[in-house]
């Protein structure tokens, strides 16, 4: 296998921006953007990397992004690392199976979640007020599909967490139409996929979308339907015992909720067993989605 990526340098090639898992290197006319093996949890990068899941969230992202252009446009160019810029070529290595060039867009500063079952900060929220996103619910249990998806935006929060707000707070900070355009392609992109994905063994759960604006117009950006954008549940699972087994990140949430890690302070290694179940996890998340 190949060695895990924690970071990269690109030589000759401006860095736009470093994520928490991608970097975005500038490429004058375009965006390449790089996934890396970095995890995030609770908001924080954790020290250790997963190997391989750099490229398993750009497959995805790549397989997604081809499949859901007639619904609304999107950045992606191309993978082919042959179709690349001639600066990058020395580095193809590196860059294959894990980057994508992508059209530069100027990011909208919203999270754009869509929930077809309740769980998550959305579970949190609805013990508390019994509501989702303002819409009233009666007698959810956590991980029950909801009657139908809802959009559930929240701040992009660059140094706290996110917040979820309601519709109307987003339209404070979008234009109405805007809102209502992007509410509309969200749930469409959420049913598509969570048709899909069902076929496939899997229950998309939940998923976020970033869009930006190219000119006046808006398209999707970031990546899409992968599992750090995700909840993925098996489907035969929650089917039999309702259970919420997930191909995502929620194993390694739920491992860091049972040390005693504060959460407010430089995250722990994993050890090489939660490792190997999240590489594991991330692989057949890739597998069930894509395979013929
Ligand atoms: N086409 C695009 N044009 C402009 N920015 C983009 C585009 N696609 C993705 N981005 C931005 O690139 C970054 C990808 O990095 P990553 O997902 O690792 O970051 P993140 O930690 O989620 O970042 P942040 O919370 O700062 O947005 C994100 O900030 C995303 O908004
Ligand atoms: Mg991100």
Not at 39 to 57: H, Q
Not at 61 to 73: A, D, M
Not at 79 to 105: F, Q
Not at 247 to 257: A, E, G, T
Request: proline share 5%.
């Amino acid at each position: 296998m190949n060695n895990p990526i924690g970071s990269l340098e690109l030589p000759g090639v401006k860095k736009f921006k470093s994520g928490k898992v991608r970097e975005v290197f500038d490429l004058k006319e375009n965006f390449l953007i790089v996934a890396t093996d970095r995890i995030s949890a609770f908001d924080y990068v954790l020290p250790t990397l997963i190997p391989g899941k750099g490229e398993v969230l750009n497959k995805i992202s790549v397989f997604w992004f081809k499949k859901t252009k007639s619904i609304i446009e999107n950045h992606f160019i191309t993978d082919n690392i042959k179709e690349y810029p001639e600066n990058l070529k020395e580095s193809k290595e590196i860059l294959n199976g894990r980057s994508m060039l992508v059209k530069k867009a100027r990011p909208i500063e919203i999270e754009c979640v869509v929930r077809g079952y309740i769980m998550g900060s959305a579970w949190e929220d609805y013990k508390k007020t019994g509501e989702v996103a303002g819409i009233k619910f009666k007698n959810l249990q956590k991980g029950d599909r909801l009657p139908e998806p809802v959009f559930t935006p929240a701040t992009k929060s660059h140094t706290g967490h996110d917040e979820n707000i309601s519709f109307e707070q987003m339209k404070g900070i979008v234009h109405d139409r805007d809102a209502e355009f992007i509410r509309q392609k969200s749930i469409e992109l959420y049913n598509f996929a969570h048709n899909y994905a069902l076929e496939r063994g899997i229950i998309l759960a939940d998923t976020k979308f970033e869009f930006g604006k190219i000119d006046n117009k808006i398209i999707l950006i970031d990546e899409i339907f992968t599992p750090d954008s995700s909840r993925f549940l098996d489907r035969t699972q929650y089917e039999k015992e309702k259970k919420l087994v997930s191909f995502d990140k929620q194993f390694v949430r739920d491992y860091l909720l049972s040390t005693d890690w504060d959460r407010n302070s430089p995250p722990p290694e994993l050890p090489r067993e939660i490792v190997e179940k999240t590489r594991a996890r991330y692989h057949e998340a890739l597998e069930r989605l894509t395979r013929p």
